[in-house]
């Protein structure tokens, strides 16, 4: 037979009535109550325990039924939360970051001074330390959403975007939510870098050239661009195409301007007249923004003037030859006056001067050959960091975001290395 647990409430009871009640009896022989009277003073006595019992039982009726109802409000509150975060029983254990620290989750039943196991104040915490911890993960969920949404946010700004997600923080608590925004946010971050190394890249550039160009006006693009290490507006794909091309431009005049001197001073070695100039002068050398314009007219005129430059040193070469032969052959050498001889050694002067010229130019050709490689190897490194950057706009490559795009950056690296390495040995 089961121990009732009300068992030493009944003894207790039956002790005090064992006390009390032959003091009233005492009491009620002494006043002279007739056995009448002593019945219904003792059904009265017996009224008094009842009601006492019944308030009881009605008092804690009323917080049993308390108590269940709190169950149910706690146990709907946990559903709909983990139906609102996507949460399901066999994902508790992997939320285990989210979980309260272990002094306020609930511990075993035979621990508990409140209640015992399958008792309604267990059940009642149980339900509520659900909702504390759902509560907890919401929170810390909305919490990081909520960064998220504002570090997209300035991305978007730095790079001319619109950001995709608003600042309904409700809407993205689900993990795959929370998981995709911040794929996004890593990719924003990849390409706001990518394109911050090819501004300051260029940003390097353009402030090489400036020395030989002069200082841009404050209210010029390229002087907010020379006076900040970081970019003052928006890096979109159409900023950065503008900066590109002003740093292609500058390269271009440098190239155009050292053509042009080139062509100078061959005009003069020439003698060439002036009218032979000028058109050609006034056409393509006026040093401006557009004189990049005309690199190519710039570079045959060169070719030319070079190559004509070298036909009249073979003429007067073979002139000079031809004279010194006449003169061996007409025996001007055996004859006693004076000017045949020194007419032969000032042709043989003028000979090897006209040699030491070739030697000279052959040399300066050396020399520009060596200079023309290290220029082609220049370029061919700028235009593969400048296929390097077209490919850099494919959004299929963010689906490796691995090993390929760390290659990538690693290639990218050497070759502006490589780059700025030919620069300093010209």
């Not at 390409?191 to 090489?208: A, G, K, S, V």
């Not at 040093?287 to 070298?310: F, G, V």
Request: proline share 3%; net charge neutral; charged share 35%.
């Amino acid at each position: 037979m089961v121990r009732r647990r009300t068992q030493p409430l009944e003894m207790s009871l039956l002790n005090l009535m064992k006390i009390y009640l032959p003091q009233l009896e005492i009491i009620w022989t002494k006043i002279g109550f007739p056995d009448k009277q002593v019945e219904v003073r003792g059904n009265a006595v017996c009224s008094h325990m009842e009601i006492l019992l019944k308030d009881m039982i009605d008092e804690d009726s009323k917080l049993q039924k308390n108590i269940e109802e709190k169950i149910k409000l706690y146990s709907q509150q946990a559903a709909s939360l983990k139906k609102f975060l996507c949460i399901d029983d066999s994902q508790e254990s992997s939320l285990e970051h989210f979980a309260l620290p272990s002094n306020e989750t609930s511990s075993s039943a035979s621990s508990l001074p409140h209640g015992i196991s399958g008792s309604l104040l267990l059940k009642e915490k149980n339900a509520r330390d659900e909702v504390i911890k759902l509560r907890k993960i919401q929170e810390t969920r909305k919490t990081k959403v909520q960064l998220y949404i504002e570090r997209e946010k300035k991305l978007c700004l730095q790079l001319d975007q619109n950001p995709k997600y608003t600042c309904d923080v409700d809407s993205y608590l689900t993990k795959s939510n929370i998981a995709s925004i911040g794929s996004r946010i890593d990719a924003l971050q990849e390409n706001y870098d990518r394109r911050l190394l090819r501004y300051e890249t260029l940003r390097f550039n353009i402030i090489e050239k400036l020395d030989k160009y002069g200082n841009p006006t404050e209210a010029d693009f390229m002087a907010a661009i020379v006076a900040n290490a970081k970019p003052m507006f928006p890096l979109s794909d159409e900023k950065l195409q503008t900066i590109e091309t002003m740093a292609n431009n500058m390269v271009r005049k440098e190239t155009a301007s050292n053509l042009a001197n080139e062509i100078t001073k061959l005009w003069q070695r020439l003698e060439m007249a002036k009218t032979e100039c000028d058109d050609f002068e006034k056409k393509y050398m006026i040093i401006n923004d557009q004189i990049s314009e005309n690199a190519e007219a710039l570079q045959n005129e060169l070719e030319r003037l070079k190559k004509l430059e070298e036909s009249r040193l073979q003429c007067q070469i073979e002139q000079t030859q031809q004279k010194l032969a006449k003169i061996k052959t007409d025996n001007f050498m055996e004859s006693a006056e004076d000017q045949p001889v020194c007419e032969f050694m000032k042709l043989q002067d003028f000979l090897q001067q006209l040699q030491e010229n070739v030697r000279v130019k052959e040399a300066c050709a050396k020399d520009r050959e060596f200079v023309v490689k290290k220029l082609q190897t220049w370029k061919a490194s700028f235009d593969h960091l400048l296929e390097l950057e077209e490919k850099s706009h494919d959004p299929s490559r963010l689906k490796n975001r691995g090993g390929k795009l760390l290659a990538d950056e690693r290639e990218r690296k050497q070759l502006q290395k490589q780059t700025c390495r030919i620069k300093k040995t010209r």
